[in-house]
């Protein structure tokens, strides 16, 4: 049986693939695995039968032979552990791909995400000029290390995972700011990745939806 995704019947990314469920469909390909995508609105997520496969209204979900997942995270290393492609075979290569993972999540992301978020919660407010350098300082700071980090190394580790994967995606939230132009190296990677083929299949299939949506429109 197919796996099946959830995502953005109509995306507020615009079809620049930085929607959740790009991580997924990304994934899906590096592993050379079919899967299935039900677009859903932004009603329907908050409607019973989504909110029974994601407690909290959002995108992307995943049923896959019985089991019901949510959060990327989760979502990303179930694939991982069950097919080829995205962690080593060996033990410490294969920890260390899903600690990367866990960094692109919990230390790199949140402070890329609430500089996002707050252009749209507090933008109009007062403080909102004095906040920005501060957060941006802080984004600074992890991609500093993060940078030293990397080196002139391909991937974070001896070959790409799905700690790679999760990092690229964590970083392309940060387009528009100018803040991962500041470091060559982080760049190069970001880029080195989105040549791969896999990513270019799942990026022209989320935009595809993006395409059909603005179709829909007219």
């Given at each position: 049986?197919?796996a099946t995704i959830t995502a953005f019947a109509s995306s ?132 500093r290390q993060l940078s030293a980090w990397l080196g002139d ?66």
């Amino acid at each position: 049986m197919t796996a099946t995704i959830t995502a953005f019947a109509s995306s507020p990314d615009r079809g620049r693939g930085l929607a959740r469920d790009m991580r997924v469909r990304w994934a899906f390909e590096e592993v050379g695995q079919p899967y299935d995508v039900r677009l859903v609105s932004f009603k329907a997520m908050k409607e019973t039968a989504h909110m029974r496969l994601h407690p909290f209204g959002q995108i992307p979900t995943l049923e896959d032979r019985g089991i019901q997942l949510f959060e990327t995270g989760a979502i990303i290393l179930h694939i991982a552990e069950r097919h080829a492609g995205l962690l080593p075979d060996d033990a410490a290569s294969r920890a260390r791909a899903i600690a990367w993972m866990f960094c692109a999540l919990n230390t790199i992301e949140p402070p890329i995400v609430e500089r996002e978020q707050t252009r749209f919660t507090e933008g109009d407010k007062p403080w909102h000029a004095e906040r920005v350098p501060l957060m941006d300082d802080r984004i600074r700071t992890r991609l500093r290390q993060l940078s030293a980090w990397l080196g002139d190394r391909d991937w974070l580790e001896d070959v790409f995972s799905a700690g790679d994967l999760m990092m690229v995606m964590v970083l392309r939230r940060a387009e528009g700011t100018g803040l991962i132009d500041e470091f060559p190296n982080l760049t190069a990677y970001v880029a080195r990745a989105e040549a791969r083929p896999a990513y270019q299949r799942a990026y022209d299939a989320q935009h595809a939806v993006f395409v059909a949506a603005g179709d829909k429109r007219r």
